[in-house]
């Protein structure tokens, strides 16, 4: 059975609506693992939109499964991970004007940048995966700067209302997958994927972990986070 990483950012983006101390996402992510989720997701933004550096401190210091930092790859962000010591960094493309990451980190054009970033986190310990749209030469690519894990954007195929071409999506997330299997990187999947959707994606055996934060957070505040995180482990 695939794992459940449970991403709290949207608990910061309703207490920074106030700019007050609650909700606390150091609160909700231990209800999450109470409730049995497998890790804790945070992206700390370079304009600190919602998770601060004092959530990122306390969560390391609080989490008892996995922490996984979602992070763009600059020496600003690769300093504090060497810092915090997150057990997983996941590098992410970030702009500034942008709602949510809007697609995969585009490994490519950026490789040395990459390369050197993913060597920085290896060398501290951390485990590295990269956030990548579902294509063959990204996943090879993230293969070749030595990543640990790629985690595949599922945002295409959420997002798509045609029956074509949501087939076409899922296919690529297959293939991607089983490429990322057959040349030894683990492999999440994340980004759209709700209660609806995530159905069908847990029949693809290669996809070790889902990562997903915004529509737990929404079911969460109709019936709380123990049981919308409860929900999505028994649909996964």
Not at 117 to 134: N, Y
Not at 147 to 154: K, L, S
Request: proline share 3%; glycine share 6%; net charge negative.
């Amino acid at each position: 059975m695939a794992r459940l990483s449970v991403n709290v950012d949207h608990v910061a983006t309703i207490r920074e609506a106030r700019r007050i101390s609650e909700p606390d996402p150091v609160t909700a992510a231990a209800i999450t693992e109470l409730a049995g989720a497998d890790g804790i997701i945070v992206h700390l933004r370079e304009d600190r939109r919602h998770i601060k550096d004092r959530d990122l401190w306390l969560l390391r210091e609080t989490v008892k499964t996995k922490l996984n930092l979602e992070m763009a790859p600059t020496k600003e962000m690769v300093k504090i991970a060497l810092e915090v010591k997150p057990d997983m960094a996941t590098l992410v493309p970030e702009k500034r004007e942008e709602l949510t990451t809007e697609g995969g980190l585009d490994i490519i054009p950026n490789r040395e940048q990459i390369k050197d970033s993913v060597a920085l986190l290896k060398e501290g310990g951390i485990l590295v995966s990269i956030f990548v749209d579902p294509d063959i030469d990204q996943i090879k690519a993230a293969h070749r700067v030595s990543a640990d894990y790629v985690e595949i954007h599922t945002g295409t195929f959420c997002d798509t209302t045609d029956r074509i071409e949501k087939d076409k999506e899922l296919e690529r997330i297959v293939t991607s997958a089983r490429m990322a299997s057959k040349i030894r990187l683990g492999i999440n999947a994340g980004h759209g994927l709700n209660y609806q959707n995530i159905k069908s994606l847990t029949g693809i055996d290669e996809i070790e972990e889902f990562s997903i934060g915004h529509s737990i957070v929404c079911r969460a505040l109709f019936v709380g986070f123990y049981k919308a995180v409860k929900e999505m482990i028994a649909l996964i």
